[in-house]
């Protein structure tokens, strides 16, 4: 398993249940500025039914190409098309 990140492994972040579960793709990522903590997201509006949180070596397990954006500066949001992260 590739681990960029600087932060942790046991960082918390925040998902969606279907990311976990493996039944939506992450999408969209925001490096939060005021607190520096991670969403990975997907399409769907995200909801406290529907949040989860997990720690970042477990996001890099679930979805290895959040590896590709490691270096999100705090503030920072990337979105996934075609397969390839734009900050």
Do not use: C
Not at 70 to 77: M, Q
């Amino acid at each position: 398993m590739r681990y960029l990140f600087k932060d942790a492994k046991n960082t918390m972040v925040i998902t969606t249940k279907e990311i976990l579960n493996g039944e939506h793709p992450v999408t969209t990522v925001f490096h939060d500025l005021d607190d520096g903590m991670w969403q990975f997201l997907d399409d769907e509006e995200l909801s406290e039914e529907r949040a989860v949180i997990i720690s970042l070596e477990e996001m890099a397990e679930i979805d290895d190409s959040v590896n590709d954006i490691a270096d999100l500066p705090l503030g920072g949001i990337a979105r996934k098309k075609d397969g390839v992260w734009m900050e």
